[in-house]
């Protein structure tokens, strides 16, 4: 017998069904993830499993003394007390004596003289005698254990990763034989987000789970269920082999819909024709048509696909940042320490680490926001700088959607062209009527899709994105990198995802957290197998010479010409610069291919041998530059 099944479940909350006469059966050690666009109704769904939210109709059928614990994506505040005492709540009034106890012995330990502290531990230590509440005890710390944590660890103090593995614990101390996980990711580093697939892949209960990362569900899931326009398909195989089935009843779905409105179209034509087509003997043609139009109407169309372009600005020059010598601590805890780097116009960072160990803090010392202890930070010219903040705290929650975005009319200019503020939202997936709702209403994925739209329309080279995949479904999460892989300025991103980092980087700063940075070509991968090597062997990772985060060459006095060479090359560089705009601004002209005095063949050469000697001389200024005595 299954653990639980749903048959005929149905869901509207007033508009279209979220859930339509859907079935749904969950066996033991299942491990399903379940997919589904923003706005589908997938947490819906998963409040209706764990009984937070009852169906509109629905039979279902449960073992006896069936249990379910849910794990939310977002941490509660305001939490008070010590681990223990937090997962001992998930045993709910069971526990109460057991909580009552672990405070009484705390409140004694701080005064250890008080007579009615004392008789009220050892009243209260008889009564867990009576009723055997010591099993309780060795359950709660047991599974805070196996999580990895501290009974007595306040749980204020803790680090988001450690919250949600507090978290964890507690919807685990009820052995439940379903634990459902909305987004567990989410507030984990690398590290974290390994443990957690380790540990649910070993957990004699069944898991069903919500998640953007494709790593993860990928290494995790034995089954996929997929929420699709009110309609839940199970599919039986990996991530994968769901990407192609899925891909191929699309197509055929495609192919069936223009069938259909062909066969619509040409029936229309026909009863246009006259009273004739009404006669007795086509009076079935007719009612055919009736269902036609009535099937039409009810067809729900394929959500649409976010349409993710960004607002190009002029190019930077060639080199984009250049940080010499840079320390930075925050209290006692160093970030970075002699830290020498040179990003080059083009290039894609991806800025990794454990929580804690300093990335956004990098970012704000990279962007000028933060200043160092010592060294310096340079920017190169026409630098124009988007940022996405982690905390999507550009978002003003007393402002609509829209005036977000527009907040001085209802016009957006994008590109050099202006358009309708409601236009370009919906290409962002918001409808008019979400548009003009105040932003304090969105949900997690619309809040982030609601920055990138903030983020696409300022004109930008440098773009810096910190967590930009949280909260985003994994289509919107794949358009996102093909953007940015076309894009054609500098890229800064902090991310936990792994695949959304292989995919888009191409060289990764890993912070250890305690000063030091080492860079990696390419994404995470390499960096992920060093953690995971023994210290002895990761050694030898650490000790080679990264590529951008360069040593500084041994200080000597410069020669004559090195001298004069280094005091003119920003100027010479500034010249060949100028001259290569003015060429591509010419060539871009509508008209310039129709002018007979023109060279396209000549021009194109030019700006060629103008990117070849731009590059070189910002080779060698930064070469002359780093012999130079402090």
Request: hydrophobic residues 35%; glycine residues 8%.
């Amino acid at each position: 017998m299954a653990l639980i099944s749903y048959r005929n479940l149905s869901v509207s909350f007033g508009g279209p069904l979220l859930l339509d006469d859907v079935g749904i059966t969950i066996d033991k050690k299942e491990r399903i993830c379940l997919l589904g666009r923003n706005g589908e109704g997938k947490s819906t769904l998963l409040r209706i499993l764990s009984g937070q939210v009852k169906p509109d109709r629905g039979e279902s059928e449960r073992i006896p003394g069936f249990r379910v614990a849910k794990l939310d994506q977002e941490i509660p505040s305001g939490i008070e007390g010590a681990v223990f005492d937090l997962v001992a709540r998930g045993l709910g009034a069971e526990a109460d004596l057991l909580r009552a106890y672990n405070q009484a012995t705390q409140n004694l330990s701080e005064d250890p003289e008080s007579p009615a502290l004392s008789e009220q531990v050892d009243r209260l230590q008889a009564e867990l005698d009576r009723t055997d509440g010591w099993s309780l005890d060795h359950r709660v710390a047991s599974v805070i254990d196996r999580v990895g944590l501290k009974p007595d660890d306040p749980f204020n103090t803790l680090s988001g990763g450690n919250k949600s593995r507090a978290m964890l614990a507690r919807a685990l101390v009820g052995e439940p034989h379903l634990l459902i996980l909305d987004e567990p990711t989410n507030h984990l580093d690398f590290a974290g987000i390994r443990w957690l697939e380790e540990f649910l892949a070993k957990g004699e209960f069944a898991t069903l789970f919500v998640s953007h990362d494709r790593a993860f569900l990928r290494s995790l899931s034995t089954r996929i269920l997929e929420l699709d326009r009110g309609k839940l398909t199970s599919w039986d195989c990996g991530y994968e082999k769901f990407l192609i089935r899925k891909a191929e009843i699309l197509a055929a779905e495609e192919k069936n819909n223009a069938v259909f409105d062909k066969k619509l179209a040409e029936e229309e034509v026909w009863i246009r024709k006259g009273i004739q087509a009404r006669r007795t003997r086509n009076e079935g043609r007719v009612r055919a048509l009736f269902e036609l139009r009535r099937e039409r109407s009810e067809r729900r169309e394929q959500q649409g696909t976010v349409n993710l372009s960004a607002n190009q600005a002029q190019a930077s020059g060639r080199k984009v940042i250049t940080v010499k010598k840079m320390d930075y601590s925050w209290g006692e805890q160093a970030i970075v320490r002699d830290f020498n780097a040179t990003i080059w116009r083009g290039d894609k960072i991806g800025v990794v680490g454990l929580n804690g160990s300093g990335k956004s803090t990098l970012l704000q010392l990279l962007l000028k926001q933060l200043q160092p202890d010592s060294g310096t930070v340079d920017h190169g010219t026409r630098l124009e700088v988007a940022y996405f903040d982690q905390l999507k705290a550009q978002v003003r929650e007393d402002l609509s959607v829209a005036e977000n975005v527009a907040p001085n009319g209802d016009t957006v200019e994008f590109n050099g062209n202006k358009k309708h503020i409601l236009s370009y939202l919906r290409d962002f997936l918001f409808l008019p009527e979400t548009a003009r709702a105040p932003a304090k209403m969105l949900s997690g994925g619309e809040r982030a899709r609601l920055l990138l739209a903030k983020l696409f329309l300022q004109p930008a080279n440098l773009l810096v994105l910190d967590e930009p995949t949280n909260d985003l479904d994994v289509e919107t999460i794949e358009l996102l990198e093909e953007r940015l892989l076309s894009f054609e300025g500098t890229l800064l991103l902090v991310s936990h995802d792994r695949d959304f980092l292989d995919n888009v980087v191409t060289a990764t700063l890993a912070l250890d957290g305690k000063g030091g940075v080492v860079e990696y070509a390419g994404g995470c991968a390499d960096w992920l197998d060093q953690m995971s090597r023994p210290r002895a062997k990761a050694k030898t990772i650490t000790e080679q010479k990264p590529k951008t985060v360069t040593e500084a060459p041994k200080k000597r006095k410069l020669l004559n010409k090195e001298r004069e060479a280094l005091a003119t090359l920003p100027g010479k560089i500034e010249e060949m610069e100028a001259e290569r705009d003015r060429i591509t601004a010419l060539m871009q002209e509508t008209d310039y291919y129709r002018n007979s005095q023109n060279d396209p063949v000549g021009d194109q050469k030019k700006l060629e041998r103008l990117e070849n000697e731009i590059l070189q001389s910002y080779e060698r200024w930064e070469e002359l530059d780093n012999l130079v005595k402090d």
